[in-house]
């Protein structure tokens, strides 16, 4: 069996969401960050992890995109052009979605007090409304960012989307706020979000 470390409330909700979707069976522990618990399995302390027979897999990304690939669900076959394009979303989101949240996130409660630059969240803010907007501009009206067949770039983004808008940002009006609604409406995002009890 699976065994999914970190808490729900936070990257591990991905991983949450990605078994729930799969009809996986695993087992959750919901260790914070830099716990005694997560330094043992990743050096830097962070969330999540997946222990797999005893190998252990860190990086929500690689986490989901591996269960993808080892289960032939929610991705496509590597070497094929709609792989690429399926990378390219992700590629697209971590670059200029994540990373400018995290930065936002490490300015306001993570770096030390007097290495946090609080006035970088200005320009975050419209460089992340910029980024949405070319976002929605590729899904345009299609279900899913790959047409109709959800796949790991919509959990990350999905997962995006609620920390941005927990973090005060603005969800810029078109098709990706119709898209969000879609998405956290899923069952099995309902299943996975309910693991945050544990924050």
Known sequence: MYKVLGMAATRTLRVLWMMEELGLE???LPYPPRSK?????NPSGKVPALIVDDQ??????AIMQFLADKHGDMTYPAGTIERAQQDSFTQFI?????AIIWCAAR???ILPEDKRVPEIKATLKWEFVRSMKLLGERIGDNEFLMGDKMTVPDILLTHCGGWA???GFEIPD???KAYFKRMIARPAYLRAYALRKDK
């Open 174 to 176: 078109g098709p990706l």
């Open 56 to 61: 252990v897999i860190i990086d929500s990304v």
């Open 37 to 41: 618990e997560m330094l043992e399995v």
């Open 26 to 28: 695993y087992e959750h």
């Open 165 to 167: 808008r927990m973090a």
């Open 94 to 98: 971590n670059d200029e979605i994540d």
């Open 107 to 109: 300015n306001t409660f």
